[in-house]
């Protein structure tokens, strides 16, 4: 019996090469992984779905009793969690993800504080010649993603998410943000020879991960703060946005864009390389309402509990935000609950498991709330 | 104003050979500049790199002038003390907004990040600022700029500086609600912000 969603028209379905998005559902029960594609798919499913794109082992200690040392490391290259871990974490928190978690090393100064946290630095590439220094493991290598492939293969019902970094946030990080925007300026050639490294290598990456069993590919880039883009609109395009294009032409699955901040004036131009989906919708720095009137007919939106409810917040509070989200932007489908961001180590477990017991309340479609 | 620092060099140089004082191009020239990269960029109109370009053209420009300006000659507009507050190590707000101060012709005091209390009291005693800029970008962290400023309080010190709060979950509301004397949303508007303080 068909649920009476049908295939889509979403042009999510048409601008992502190679993704058919053909979404007739045939089951009374929803999976979490077809709850999730229906949504990038622009559709409704049977609930508001929620995932998150990243998880700080040391909230997931919090919020399971895990008996480790907090512990960061803020460069964060390598996946938190076995398989299991994931699922138990996806588990308790409601989420209809997992995600896996590969980035490039970036070239950094880092630093320690008295606990024993690891964060990056300044950069460490400053001329040509310090462009020797960097050495990304080998992307052609089969082995390079054995434990992606069986993270992948084993994801059950849940949406497989792979995580990984573009080439322009690494490419800044290693520069330092100061001397990678002031060498657009005086020493372009070293700002698109690295970039060039870099999405180089995710190029490879992204044609080899899609074809394993990940429902989503996951890019994050961050280049903006909280009123706008870094650099101009018109760098965006013709230093990256090339980049992207050819990454698009390698991707099959839906291809979701996180940068945190302003990112409004680069929309149009993630909607035309292909993007499905765009996170968070920084709260404070972009209006999820506005983003969901202009684009909710392009992309899915992902977003946006705010972070600061979720730190030192409470769970009424929390509800409240929510209930609010899931009126606003969930009707008419194309929209995934996440967090603001991800999912810090000081935020408090109980704050959290407040949203998906508010999906649980008011999430399911057709939407009913004043 | 394209932030082209050679050309500021020779301009300010050539300036100097006509005549001009030093005080008179700081003020007619870099601080007016300032004044509208401030403005463009808070509009949107500019960004991080060509802001940048700007502040270190005027930096260039202000190392010709300063020998030039002896005895009490010798002033910007105002010290500001600025750190990122303790437990926080986001760096890349902090330095933006010292950068476009120095700039923009203020005197800079940077504590640099995962800075205690204590660390921005001493500060204020120690360098007596106009203003006092802190930054923090985790909503964890935000709490110690109240306790900064109640230990300003305790030190009789609050009434000497003037407190500005920023960085990504900071807001109005919360700079009001902790009684800092104001919120920067970027670091144009910070320099913006402290110019209109002075006056």
Do not use: C
């Given at each position: 019996m068909e649920s009476g969603i049908s295939g889509s028209t979403h042009p999510i379905g048409q601008i992502n090469?190679?993704?058919?998005?053909?979404?007739r559902i045939k089951m009374e029960k929803w999976n979490n992984r077809e709850r999730v594609m229906a949504a990038l798919s622009g559709q409704e499913p049977d609930r508001v779905p929620y995932c998150e794109l990243n998880i700080d082992r040391v909230f997931a200690a919090k919020l399971l009793g895990w008996d480790e040392k907090p512990y960061?490391?803020?460069?964060?290259?390598?996946?938190?969690?076995?398989l299991e871990e994931a699922k138990k974490v996806s588990t308790t928190l409601g989420l209809d993800n997992i995600f896996y978690l590969r980035r490039q090393p970036v070239y950094v100064n880092t630093f320690v504080d008295e606990e024993g946290r690891i964060f990056p630095g300044t950069g460490?590439?400053?001329?040509?010649?310090?462009?020797?220094?960097i050495d990304l493991p080998?992307?052609?290598?089969?082995e390079f993603y054995a434990e992606a492939e069986s993270f992948a293969r084993q994801k059950g019902e849940y949406a497989a998410f792979f995580l990984t970094r573009g080439g322009l946030a690494p490419a800044m990080l290693s520069m330092g943000i100061d001397h990678f925007c002031l060498s657009l300026y005086d020493d372009l050639k070293l700002v698109e020879q690295l970039l060039d490294i870099y999405f180089g290598w995710m190029e490879v990456v992204a044609e080899k991960v899609c074809q394993?069993?990940?429902d989503v590919f996951c890019m994050a880039d961050d280049f903006a703060f909280n009123t706008g883009l870094m650099f101009s609109p018109d760098t965006f395009k013709q230093l990256i946005v090339p980049h992207y294009r050819r990454i698009a032409e390698k991707i099959t699955i839906p291809w979701v864009f996180h940068s945190d901040g302003n990112i409004q004036k680069s929309i149009d131009m993630l909607i035309a390389v292909g993007v499905a989906g765009i996170h968070p919708i920084e709260k404070g720095a972009m209006d999820i309402r506005k983003v969901k009137k202009d684009y909710g007919d392009k992309l899915c939106i992902f977003g946006n509990v705010d972070l600061v409810l979720l730190g030192s917040g409470s769970p009424e509070e929390v509800e409240k935000e929510v209930l609010e989200l899931i009126r606003d932007i969930a009707p008419g489908g194309g929209y995934i609950l996440t967090s603001g961001n991800s999912l810090a180590d000081y935020l408090k477990p109980e704050c959290v498991l407040a949203i998906s017991k508010t999906i649980a309340k008011y999430?399911?479609?057709?939407i009913k709330i004043d | 104003m394209s932030g082209e620092q050679h050309t500021v060099e020779e301009l300010t140089s050539q300036a100097i050979k006509q005549g001009a004082a030093a005080e008179q191009i700081i003020q007619d020239s870099f601080i007016s500049a300032m004044r509208i990269v401030g403005e463009k960029f808070g509009a949107g109109e500019i960004y991080i790199p060509e802001m940048l370009r700007a502040a270190r053209a005027m930096k260039c420009g202000m190392e010709i002038l300063r020998p030039l300006l002896v005895g009490d000659k010798v002033r910007t507009l105002a010290k500001v003390v600025i750190g990122t507050v303790k437990g926080d190590m986001h760096d890349i707000g902090k330095n933006l907004v010292a950068m476009m101060l120095e700039g923009s012709g203020f005197e800079v005091v940077d504590l640099g990040i995962d800075v205690p209390v204590n660390k921005f009291v001493d500060a204020v005693k120690q360098y007596r600022p106009r203003f006092l800029a802190m930054s923090a970008l985790l909503t964890t962290t935000m709490a110690q700029m109240k306790m900064v400023i109640e230990e300003l309080e305790a030190a009789g010190l609050r009434q000497t500086v003037n407190v500005l709060v920023g960085g990504a979950p900071v807001n109005q509301v919360f700079a009001d609600e902790i009684g800092a004397d104001g919120f920067g949303v970027n670091a144009g508007q910070a320099a913006e912000l402290m110019k209109t303080m002075l006056n």
């Open positions: 090469a190679g993704v058919a998005h053909q979404w960061v490391n803020a460069l964060d290259e390598d996946t938190p969690f076995t460490k590439i400053k001329t040509q010649s310090d462009l020797a220094m080998d992307p052609h290598r089969d394993l069993d990940f999430g399911s479609y057709p | -």
